[in-house]
C-alpha cells in the first residue's frame, strides 16, 4: 500500500515537471496551472486519506496484536496453573495409592495372623475336648465299674 502512494506520488511528480518544461501559450498555461493544481490537491487529498486509513489500520491491528498477546499470556498462566495441579494431584494420589497398599499389607499381614491365632486356637479347642472326652471316658467306665461292683 505503501509503495502505491509512493509510485502515485512519483508519477504525479514527472506530470508535474513535463507541464512545467513544455512551452506553451500563456493563455494555456494559465488553464493547464491551474488543472495541474487541482489535480495535484486532488492526489494529495487522496495520499492523505490513504495515509490516514493505513495509519488507523495500523493502529487497529496493534490492538488486535495487544490483546491477543495478554489472551495468550492469560491462558499460558492458567495452563502452567493446571499443569502444576496435575501434577500435584499425581503426586498425591501416587502417595495415596502407597500408603493404601502398605495399609492393605499390613492388613493381610493381620489376616494371617488372625487366621493363625484361630487355627492353633481350634486346635487347642479341639485337643481340650479330646483330652475332656478321654477323662469323662474314664470317669463314665470308673462309675460303671463301680456301679457294678456294687451290685
Known sequence: MKLDVEEKNQKLEATILQFQKKPTESSNTAS???MMKMVENQYKDKITSMQES????????????????NNYNKLFEKHQLLSKEQEKGFSSSLRKINELTNAEKKLMD????????????????????????????????????KARESD
Do not use: S
Open 32 to 34: 493547464q496551472m491551474e
Open 54 to 69: 493505513h495509519q488507523a489500520l495500523i493502529q487497529e491491528l496493534q490492538e488486535k496484536n495487544t490483546t491477543l498477546h
Open 110 to 145: 493381620q489376616i494371617v495372623t488372625l487366621k493363625g491365632e484361630r487355627d492353633r486356637k481350634m486346635i487347642e479347642h479341639q485337643e481340650q475336648l479330646e483330652a475332656d472326652r478321654e477323662n469323662y471316658k474314664k470317669k463314665l467306665h470308673d462309675v460303671e465299674t
